[in-house]
């Protein structure tokens, strides 16, 4: 909304709660990476504060498979109209790092070491629900390879990603992988 002397007045606001995750983390280095998705999911444990920010969640988790959803907001815009791109890349992140973190077992840990994402259709508030996937392709000792995609509430593919991620796992856990 603009005033008479075309100065612009933010007319909207938007509230966030969210809960620390930090009283969790006891309960969740016992927890199998399956186990603290599902939870998450189950609304036994929080999610991370960002899913909050942005507005996603998890939809399902199989083994070394995760997907989440969103729905589009104007907050999410960019100046063109159409969702940031970061909105994509950080739902494909979350969806592939939990795609790893569904392998893990209890104490393990994945970071994201490389996303790259191709965008190949706009996504907008009038895109419906937006989902992604993601599937891990290879995982190795120190290091899990995923792949995913965005798709548009009538099935379309607007984003892919391929991803690295680095995995550690506890010292008692690391001496019995192949």
Same mark, same amino acid.
């Given at each position: 909304?603009? &005033?008479?002397?075309? #100065?612009? !007045?933010?007319?909207?606001? #938007?509230? !966030? %709660?969210?809960?620390?995750? /930090?009283?969790?983390?006891?309960?969740?280095?016992?927890?199998?990476?399956?186990?603290?998705?599902?939870?998450?999911?189950?609304?036994?444990?929080?999610?991370?504060?960002?899913? #909050?920010?942005?507005?996603?969640?998890? !939809?399902? /988790?199989?083994?070394?498979?995760?997907?989440?959803?969103?729905?589009?907001?104007?907050?999410?815009?960019?100046?063109?109209?159409?969702?940031?791109?970061?909105?994509? *890349? %950080?739902?494909?992140?979350?969806?592939?790092?939990?795609a790893v973190q569904s392998l893990l077992p209890a104490g393990a840990r994945s970071?994201?070491?490389?996303?790259?994402?191709? +965008?190949?259709?706009?996504? &907008?508030?009038?895109?419906?629900?937006? &989902?992604?996937?993601?599937?891990?392709? #290879?995982?190795?000792?120190?290091?899990?390879? /995923?792949?995913?995609? !965005?798709?548009?509430?009538?099935?379309?593919?607007?984003?892919?990603? /391929?991803? &690295?991620? *680095?995995?550690? +796992?506890?010292?008692?856990?690391?001496?019995r992988l192949p």
């Amino acid at each position: 909304m603009q &005033t008479e002397d075309d #100065r612009v !007045v933010f007319d909207q606001s #938007r509230t !966030v %709660s969210w809960t620390s995750t /930090v009283p969790f983390h006891p309960r969740m280095a016992k927890m199998s990476g399956r186990e603290v998705l599902e939870a998450i999911r189950a609304g036994l444990l929080a999610p991370p504060p960002l899913a #909050r920010v942005i507005g996603f969640h998890i !939809v399902a /988790v199989g083994d070394g498979q995760a997907e989440f959803a969103l729905e589009p907001r104007g907050d999410l815009e960019n100046l063109a109209g159409a969702l940031h791109g970061g909105v994509a *890349a %950080s739902l494909l992140d979350n969806a592939l790092g939990a795609a790893v973190q569904s392998l893990l077992p209890a104490g393990a840990r994945s970071a994201t070491l490389n996303l790259n994402v191709s +965008y190949l259709r706009g996504l &907008t508030v009038r895109s419906g629900t937006i &989902t992604a996937q993601g599937r891990v392709v #290879r995982l190795t000792r120190s290091a899990a390879f /995923v792949e995913g995609a !965005v798709t548009n509430s009538q099935g379309e593919v607007c984003a892919q990603a /391929v991803a &690295t991620f *680095a995995v550690s +796992y506890p010292e008692e856990t690391s001496s019995r992988l192949p």
